[in-house]
């Protein structure tokens, strides 16, 4: 029986919007494997975001259960919880979110700081995973020195200084130019393989999504599989 890094059960999440109640998700049932590389695709607006956004603890449910690694993740204390995603669920987002005034090392090296790490420990890493995605000699460059495709670099080497079972890709080769996204991509997919982190990325190209063994397509607050070509 596969490792389940993920499960999800009668995921709903609705919103108020206009003084009645959108039911965004829709009682999802969902389970993705240790490992596992998965892309959700959807038309904008169908709840991609707002689904990983849920899966990742950063929002909470309106009704069901999500599972990481078979743990009832908001069962937890708040506390809990924000332990819980700074050393297990890594982000990439569309936009960047470095702090400008860092250089892409201290950028790094925030959610390890966070954790408690110490500061010697904390800059090996982020050092040698900025050495892993190309950018050993960039390392001291604030994001208004780098490209967008070396500051989204930054932002994956980020995501995975705190070694997470998981990583959350939400667009992030929306902002890209083609070339730069599929080398991104290859990136990424390459990181997956190395770390056996479980891969679950959001994207509005069907391109990009068919690189992935597993597609999940959103509509009407429910996911269905996509035949893989």
Do not use: W, Y
């Amino acid at each position: 029986m596969t490792e389940l890094a993920l499960k999800v059960e009668g995921l709903t999440k609705s919103f108020e919007m206009g003084g009645r109640s959108v039911d965004v998700l829709r009682g999802i049932d969902l389970e993705i494997g240790v490992g596992e590389r998965v892309a959700i695709v959807g038309q904008s607006g169908s709840g991609k975001s707002t689904f990983l956004h849920v899966v990742g603890t950063l929002d909470h449910p309106t009704a069901g259960r999500v599972f990481l690694h078979g743990a009832d993740a908001f069962a937890r204390a708040d506390a809990e919880l924000d332990t819980l995603r700074n050393r297990h669920i890594g982000f990439v987002f569309q936009f960047h979110h470095l702090l400008p005034d860092q250089d892409a090392v201290h950028n790094v090296m925030i959610p390890a700081l966070i954790s408690g790490m110490r500061q010697p420990e904390a800059r090996d890493r982020a050092s040698a995973l900025l050495e892993r995605v190309g950018l050993a000699d960039r390392m001291d460059h604030r994001p208004g020195e780098l490209s967008g495709g070396e500051q989204q670099r930054v932002a994956l080497a980020r995501a995975l200084v705190q070694g997470p079972s998981i990583l959350l890709a939400d667009e992030p080769t929306g902002n890209l130019d083609p070339d730069t996204a599929a080398e991104m991509l290859d990136l990424m997919l390459s990181l997956n393989e190395e770390q056996e982190t479980t891969l679950l990325i959001v994207t509005h190209s069907l391109a990009l999504a068919g690189r992935f063994p597993r597609q999940l397509a959103l509509e009407s607050g429910r996911f269905s599989e996509r035949p893989c070509a």
